[in-house]
């Protein structure tokens, strides 16, 4: 599939290529241009002319493309799920949620269109002022592979409609279903330039992004390393920065909880998309009393968990990502076990024989009483693997969970109000949960504290992020 800048598809200018590769079954999908610093300057430009004539538009015309573009995803939803599931993984189920959610982000921005606007500020005898909302200008948007749909819909659903035009660098191992998507927004009216998809590596595609001196604004998603080195390239040109980096979220679970529905928000707070989910369950608190019942269970249901191509009906966790993925999960449930931090109740190896030795499959794994300063704890573990604590009290619990350096997401399971508050309070996280993980609908904003990041994404504050102010003084 080729690259799209200025609203045509485009080989990389020296002519090479990255294979994509499906992981459950190593075989190749297809291949996209290995693009160079000088496809990123042939797309800044494409993006920069086409600025002129989109940021003219008037908001709800912007929104009104966002809306036809949602219609023709959902109608396109079968496909885009089976490629996003062929390049990705996860569950058919799963691609299907979150093809359905890109088309939920572009409605819900198309639908603001028509009520956003500036203010008018009244100064007595001074005079009055208009405060207009302007884009930013061409906007660079890297982004996961864990969630590609998703996260591309969070940068470019608040960026088109403030007028802003964008350069996309997908991941490399799904760079597929971003294309597609680009290619729809064009077919739904989208001006050529406006959204341009450059693929290639981060170290060259990536980087000449973020460098680039037309590039106002960068909104990155991925691993925290790489948000540093993101964040000082982009600080030597004072770009404007998002960063949603990597999580290590706490559920903690109360003996007042609902002990069924705690058991299943466990379950899918991890193992969703195999565990590779920025704000997925890395790390499990389970009061005192009601530990061992709990545990009982919740190991009951992770081995029901059926491993498999995502392709394949009633599989609830595909493949991991990529090699390299699967062999850092492996690396920290083998030192975890090596150093003896832990007990593994379940899994904590790859299941083996027939289809399962093609594809890059993980078992997955329960860890009980891991060390608190273990790799499994203090790392961002991004795999199906689930280390469960003790706790003795809500405080300790509360304690523990702000025991790392992210501050991404958590919850509490309880039916005590109370509680729920004092955990909501303690919690340093941009987003806490009360009987309920992972749920990040288009309404709400989005983003970490501490070392997970940046800025906000998602929601109405979005649009403060791809937008700034100009004022007209009126001194009468
Ligand atoms: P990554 O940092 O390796 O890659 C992310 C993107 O950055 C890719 O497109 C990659 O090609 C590009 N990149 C790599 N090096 C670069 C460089 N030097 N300059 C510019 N771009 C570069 O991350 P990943 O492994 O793809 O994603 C997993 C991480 O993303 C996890 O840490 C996860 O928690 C995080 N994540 C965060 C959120 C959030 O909203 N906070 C959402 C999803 C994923």
Known sequence: MLMRIGGAGLAAEDGSWIRVMNPATGEEIDRVPAGSGDDVARAVEAAETAGAGWRKKSMRERGIVLFHAA???REAHKDLARLLTMEQGKPLRESTDEVRGFANILEF???????AHGDLVRLGAAGDALVAREPLGTCGAIIPWNMPVIIMGWKIGPALLAGNTLVLKPASTTPLTNIKLAQILEEAGLPA?????VTGS???VGESLVKHPFVRKISFTGDCATGQRVR?????NLKDLTLELGGSDPMIVMDDAELDTAVEGALRGRFYNAGQTCTAVKRLFVHEKIATVFTERLKRRVEELKVGNGLDAGVDIGPLNSPAQRERIAAVVDATREAGEGEILTGGCPPAGGSYDRGLFYGPTLVAGAAPDGRLMQEEVFGPVLPVMTVPDLDSA???ANRTRYGLGASIWTTNLHTARKAFDGIHAGIVWVNRHLTVPPEIPFGGMNESGIGRENGLHAMDSYSRTKTLFLGW
Not at 232 to 236: C, F, G, H, R, S
């Open 202 to 204: 981060g170290e060259s």
């Open 398 to 400: 509360i304690r523990e």
């Open 193 to 197: 330039g406006v959204l341009n998809v």
């Open 71 to 73: 219609g023709k995803v």
């Open 232 to 236: 000082e390239l982009a600080t030597k």
């Open 109 to 115: 921005y198309g639908g603001i269109s028509a009520a």
